[in-house]
């Protein structure tokens, strides 16, 4: 162990051997796309010495496609038969698009509906009104 550094030892989860063992400073590249998906937490224990540190950290995993769902909301109360719109895609990482979301077609919102409404609405109107025989 060198005389100013620190020994940091890696550990993903509950594992009781480590992933690495490094002398810092350092960079690491975590690859995680050798973990599930889901939640997992870091463990980093430092060494200096007869001293020890300790630092934890949680962290998400989702390297598997990307799942879009419409027509359904978390802990939504629902009855009868729901249409749903699904979509699973990869994150695109290493792609561009010119068109962005163009891999996740998406429904017309309400508040559009409603205003392209009003706006015919109001142009029917004002052609009766200005344009009516008398």
């Known amino acids: 162990m060198g005389k100013h550094n620190a020994v940091v030892f890696l550990y993903i989860d509950e594992e009781s051997n480590p992933i690495a063992e490094l002398q810092t400073p350092v960079v690491f590249n975590l690859d995680t796309t050798k ?3 889901g939640e997992h937490t870091l463990k980093i224990v430092s060494k200096f010495g007869n001293k020890e540190g300790l ?5 998400i995993v989702r390297n598997g496609p990307i799942i879009h769902l419409e027509g359904l909301t978390d802990e939504e109360t629902v009855n009868g038969v729901l249409p749903l719109m699904l979509n699973a895609y990869d994150t695109g990482k290493n792609q561009s698009f010119i ?9 017309i919102p309400v508040w559009i509906w409603i205003i392209a409404l009003v706006f015919a609405a109001w142009g029917v109107f004002y052609l009766v009104s200005n344009f009516s025989l008398q």
């Open 35 to 37: 973990l599930t998906d």
């Open 55 to 59: 630092k934890t950290v949680r962290f």
């Open 99 to 107: 068109i962005k979301g163009s891999e996740n077609p998406r429904t």
